[in-house]
C-alpha cells in the first residue's frame, strides 16, 4: 500500500495515543526498525494489518473502531493530500460518486502499482448513494472512515449502513451512505449490519499476538 496511507497512521497513532505509543507498538509488532515511512514509496499491506492489530491490543479498541476511526483520519486529509483532483463544487456524495472516475482510476493510470479499491456507485437519490465497495484487502471499514471524513469536511452528518460484507462472504460490500436531515433519528438499516467477530479473516493472520478479535 502507498506510503502515504502508512505516514497517515503514523499520525492518526500519534494524535490518538503519542510518539511514544507508536513507537511501542512499532516494537510490539516486530517493526521496530521500521519507522522511515514514506508518501510515495510502497509498503506491504501486512505491515499495515500488523500495525492497526498492535493498535487494537495497546488500546482495547475493536480493529473495525481501529480501521474506521484511521479511515475517518485519512478521510479529512484526503482535501489537503489531493487538493488538485477535488472539484470544488463537490459536497460529500458529489465526492464519493465521483471517486472512482475522477480519482481512483487517475490514481492508477498514474502509478502502476497503485492498486485502490473498486468503488462502484449508485446515486439513489440527491441524499443517498451505494457504495459497491471490492479488494482483496477487505478494508470496507476505512472506506466507511474515509465517507466519515469526508462528510466531517463538508459539515454534513451522514448515516451508513453496511448491507452486505466480504468479511461475511458476500462478493462486495454495500454501503449505504445517507445524509441526515435535521432532526434525524437513526434510520432503521434494511439489513442487519454484519458482525465481523466470529469470522475468518485475513486479519487475524497479521496478529502477531495470536489474538483473534474480529
Ligand atoms: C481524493 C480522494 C481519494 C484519493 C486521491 C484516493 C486515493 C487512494 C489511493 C492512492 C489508495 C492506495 C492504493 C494503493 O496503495 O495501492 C487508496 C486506497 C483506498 N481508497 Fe481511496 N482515494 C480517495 C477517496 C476515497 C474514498 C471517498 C473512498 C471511500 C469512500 C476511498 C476508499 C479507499 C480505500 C478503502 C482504500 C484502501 C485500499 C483498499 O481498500 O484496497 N478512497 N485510495
Redesign the pocket.
Known amino acids: ?5 502508512f505516514t497517515e497512521l503514523k499520525q492518526f497513532v500519534i494524535q490518538e495515543l503519542s510518539e511514544s505509543a507508536w513507537i511501542e507498538v512499532l516494537g510490539k509488532v516486530g517493526l521496530g526498525s521500521k519507522d522511515s515511512y514514506m508518501n510515495g514509496l ?1 509498503y506491504p ?1 501486512e505491515d499495515m494489518m500488523r500495525i492497526v492489530v498492535g493498535v487494537s491490543n495497546m488500546t482495547g479498541m475493536s480493529i473495525d473502531q481501529v480501521l474506521k476511526e484511521y ?1 475517518t483520519f ?2 479529512k486529509d ?2 489537503t ?3 488538485p ?2 472539484d470544488p463544487s463537490w459536497k460529500t456524495l458529489d ?2 460518486e465521483n ?1 472512482e472516475e475522477t ?2 482510476q ?2 492508477r493510470a498514474r ?1 502502476r ?5 473498486k ?1 462502484v456507485c449508485n446515486r439513489l437519490t440527491d441524499r443517498e448513494i451505494v ?1 459497491d ?1 471490492r ?13 466519515l ?2 462528510a466531517n469536511h463538508y459539515n454534513e452528518p451522514i448515516e451508513i449502513v453496511e448491507e452486505t460484507c466480504m468479511h461475511r462472504g458476500d462478493s462486495s460490500c454495500k ?1 449505504w ?1 445517507s445524509l441526515k436531515k435535521e432532526g434525524d433519528v437513526a434510520p432503521a438499516p434494511t439489513s442487519s449490519p454484519p458482525q465481523h467477530e466470529d469470522e475468518e479473516d485475513i486479519w487475524a493472520e497479521a496478529d502477531p499476538s495470536g489474538a483473534d478479535n474480529l
Open positions: 500500500m502507498l506510503g502515504f496511507f510502497y499491506d479511515g485519512v478521510g484526503l482535501f493530500a489531493y487538493k483532483l477535488i465526492f464519493i471517486v480519482i481512483h487517475v490514481v502509478n502499482k497503485a492498486s485502490p479499491p468503488l457504495i465497495y479488494s482483496e484487502r477487505k478494508l470496507c471499514r476505512v472506506a466507511q472512515g474515509i465517507a471524513g469526508v454501503i451512505v
